[in-house]
């Protein structure tokens, strides 16, 4: 049972090319469309082929990634399973095409200002571990590490936007990832206003 079928996705619609190479595989390059690094997988389509290519975090390990930016172009070998098409090797991976996800504040004076704020009331580093970071929606979540929780306090995730991660020069983050955050009491809960790598 390949990948898909265990997990019971179906396919998306991405920008690809598809040229067979032999009876096992076929070489594609192809557009990411979209790539949950929670669920650890995303789809490309390759023009001429009927299905969609998964791509699973496993065939990325070689380019020290774990998930892949919405846009990215990807170059590889693909084959044909029960229930569609996976790669199986990623050979090339351009982040030059991947598309911007800052997203857009109306009120962009009032958000600077409530983050200079947060940065002067936050705590000095610490600990902390991905909870989960979605690129594409543009936030995630953090978690205290167990040391250092406070034992008389209910855990709190703690919100992680796109833009802090940009600040910090972060390609890309996964579930499980340590890294180091400050921390600060935010209007919905706690924020982490800096971060950078453990």
Not at 12 to 22: F, G, N, P
Not at 64 to 76: M, N, W
Not at 121 to 149: C, H, M, Q, S, T
Not at 164 to 184: F, H, K, N, W, Y
Request: include cysteine; charge should be negative.
């Amino acid at each position: 049972m390949d990948f898909a079928e265990r997990s019971g996705v179906g396919g998306k619609q991405l920008e690809a090319e598809a040229h067979d190479t032999s009876e096992s595989g076929f070489r594609f390059d192809g557009r990411v469309k979209w790539f949950d690094a929670t669920r650890g997988f995303g789809f490309a389509v390759c023009d001429g082929l009927d299905g969609d290519v998964l791509i699973h975090f496993s065939v990325l390990k070689a380019h020290d990634r774990r998930s892949l930016p919405e846009g990215a172009t990807v170059s590889g070998v693909a084959v044909r399973q029960a229930r569609g098409l996976q790669a199986t090797e990623i050979d090339d991976i351009d982040l030059s095409t991947a598309l911007p996800t800052s997203p857009v504040h109306a009120n962009g004076s009032a958000v600077r200002a409530d983050r200079q704020q947060l940065a002067k009331d936050a705590g000095p580093f610490e600990p902390v571990e991905v909870k989960w970071f979605n690129r594409v929606k543009g936030y995630g979540f953090l978690n205290r590490i167990d040391g250092n929780r406070d034992p008389y306090q209910a855990d709190e995730d703690i919100f992680l936007h796109m833009e802090t991660v940009r600040a910090a020069g972060i390609p890309d983050l996964a579930p499980g990832q340590r890294i180091e955050a400050r921390i600060a009491e935010g209007r919905k809960g706690l924020t982490a206003v800096e971060v950078q790598l453990d």
